[in-house]
């Protein structure tokens, strides 16, 4: 074992109270084992990802929960690393006291990202929310509507934009926040997905109050201080395909038991040993082309991270999300050929396999949607990889009070 490995599990030895309580996590935080990958002035202990793996193994062989939450399996904790990059990156020391401190450990156990709009995705600089200053210039005053927000009904807190400036063209009026979602003026209302499922929700602000002291980065940056989280979202989402669903869960804080290498691409080879089609040429051969699509984007992963030591969204983790979508498609389409006529199935409870091949393939819209489109993402590797023009750009340099712009409707038809 690693020096890093015994430092912690000697830290550990010395500090675990037996009990998972605020004082504990507090400890963990100051200890800068909470996220060691990060700076010293950010909580962590400056380690790389791979010190910080050890770290967690440490904590997870001695069955301790709440270390290393920096590489804990991002499905689980990215509503820590999307506004933490925009904290450690804009945040001021107050502010990353006061907010970030209660997300790493997790008094604040949940976060949403208010972005998208009924009219403001793909192009989200286009955003109507509004956020205004009080008169005594304590608070913001929050009116509009946000939609697709994850977790909504169970956040704490929320990442927001909203336009603080009509005046200036579109991507200039834009501020961050970090706004508490249990209050009058925020309405959660679900919307029912294709799976079945309600994750995500149309959300409506109606005069809703944020500190202004909860503004990062400063009024108008919004958008800049929004690309440190994207960038998070982008290299998280791109490195999903790495953890398989049995890793996940494997050990107390999540660190994955295996090595990629036997991770969903296992899933395919049980999926074809089922179907009695392991000795089918073509089929081995679909299985090969996936896992080799997994094996390179793990190395794009690594480059990204690499990147990570500077602020804003790389280019890098835009190829890996994108590479991701050809995975989990890919995967999905296999596995549903593989079922034959039981794929025509969505019963959890009569056919648990192909119920779940199902929704996995419906879920795998999830990463080719959710922060940012596939298409969105060839756009950023054309025009800031390759070097290619740029689309035409009608609104650039309008103040965005003048730009043609979307009426907003609810989906629910609540409002
Ligand atoms: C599972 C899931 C979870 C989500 N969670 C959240 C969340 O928590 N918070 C949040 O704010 N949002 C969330 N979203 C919303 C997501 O970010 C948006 O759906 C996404 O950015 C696309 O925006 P849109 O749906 O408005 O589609 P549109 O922008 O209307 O796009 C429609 C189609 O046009 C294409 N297109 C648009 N512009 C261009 C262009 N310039 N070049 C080429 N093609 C283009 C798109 O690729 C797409 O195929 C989530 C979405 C999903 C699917």
Request: proline letters at 5%; aromatic letters at 8%; a negative charge.
């Amino acid at each position: 074992m690693s020096s890093i490995y015994n430092e912690a599990a000697e830290w550990i030895t010395d500090n675990w109270t037996g009990t998972d309580d605020l004082a504990w996590r507090n400890r963990i935080v100051d200890a800068g084992y909470g996220v060691p990958s990060w700076a010293p002035e950010n909580f962590g202990r400056g380690y790389t990802r791979d010190q910080a793996r050890e770290v967690l193994r440490a904590f997870d062989d001695a069955r301790v929960p709440g270390g290393a939450r920096d590489v804990a399996p991002f499905s689980e904790v990215s509503w820590l690393l999307l506004p933490g990059a925009a904290l450690t990156d804009y945040g001021t020391a107050e502010q990353k006291e006061r907010l970030l401190r209660p997300m790493i450990t997790r008094e604040w156990d949940l976060g949403c990202l208010l972005y998208s709009e009924p009219g403001a995705g793909s192009d989200l600089a286009s955003i109507q929310t509004t956020a205004e200053l009080s008169g005594d210039g304590e608070n913001y005053i929050l009116n509009g509507q946000k939609v697709w927000t994850t977790n909504g009904h169970r956040a704490t807190f929320a990442i927001l934009i909203a336009r603080t400036n009509w005046d200036v063209p579109k991507h200039a009026g834009i501020s961050l926040f970090i706004v508490p979602m249990q209050q009058d003026g925020v309405e959660v209302v679900p919307i029912r997905q294709m799976t079945g499922d309600s994750e995500f929700n149309e959300v409506f602000l109606t005069d809703a109050v944020v500190p202004a002291a909860n503004l990062i980065g400063g009024e108008g940056n919004g958008w800049k201080v929004l690309q440190s989280a994207l960038g998070a979202e982008r290299r998280g989402m791109g490195e999903m395909a790495q953890v398989g669903r049995d890793t996940v869960e494997s050990g107390e804080n999540g660190s994955p038991a295996s090595s990629p290498l036997f991770t969903r691409s296992d899933d395919l080879v049980e999926a074809a040993r089922a179907a009695d089609r392991l000795d089918d040429p073509v089929i081995v051969d679909e299985i090969m082309k996936i896992h080799t699509w997994r094996l390179t984007n793990d190395w794009t992963q690594a480059r990204a991270k690499m990147e990570n030591r500077s602020r804003g969204a790389s280019p890098l983790a835009s190829l890996g999300k994108l590479a991701n979508s050809r995975i989990l498609h890919g995967a999905s389409d296999l596995e549903y050929r593989l079922l034959g006529t039981r794929g025509l199935q969505y019963d959890k409870e009569g056919d648990p396999d192909a119920y779940r091949t199902s929704y996995d393939m419906m879920m795998g819209f999830f990463n080719s949607v959710g922060g940012g489109t596939d298409q969105i993402q060839r756009n950023i590797i054309s025009e800031r990889v390759l070097g290619l023009p740029r689309g035409a750009q009608p609104d650039k340099g309008v103040p965005f009070r003048d730009v043609r712009k979307a009426v907003n409707r609810s989906l629910s038809g609540e409002k």
